[in-house]
């Protein structure tokens, strides 16, 4: 498996790989994936976004990163995204994607990057865990499920992560 620089024409895979993800109900409210590339490329700090390929070629899944505020104070703070393919799950693709992310970060000099997920999705908690991040709060009945898949209309409860970098942000003595 390689993990490498996400670009335009990884976007029919990496919509699909949402896809999977929305229709379980636990990864985001969003309803589809945007309808383009560029539009999912907005907002995002595309210098950080990388998939995992397997031999072949073929993306198993994608990380990404989002600003979180336009005010300078937080130029360093980013939120996570991460999917992977459901074929691929359990095989360790999740892991990789986030150490490149996290390095990607680094390098960019983040100093915090922030996850919101729902309880409920006890992998990618489970993931985050491993890699550092640590629960900071619970946002309840944060939003309402859009009207259709399997949670249609309920309202869900976010938890909030967040890790620090070991390296960006760090005051020396």
Known sequence: ???EAMNAVDWP???EIYREGIATGHATFAPAPPESFTEFSEGKLMVCACVARDD????LG??????????????GVAEVSIYVAAAARRRGVGDALMRGLIARADAAGLWTLQAGIFPENVPSLALHARHGFREVGRRERLGRMPAIGPRAGKWRDVLLLERRSAVTG???P
């Not at 072949?56 to 993306?59: D, I, R």
């Open 62 to 75: 994608w990380a990404t990163l989002a600003t979180v505020s336009d005010r300078c104070v937080y130029a």
């Open 1 to 3: 498996m390689r993990i």
């Open 13 to 15: 895979a990496v919509a």
């Open 170 to 172: 760090v005051e020396s």
């Open 56 to 59: 072949v070629g073929k993306v």
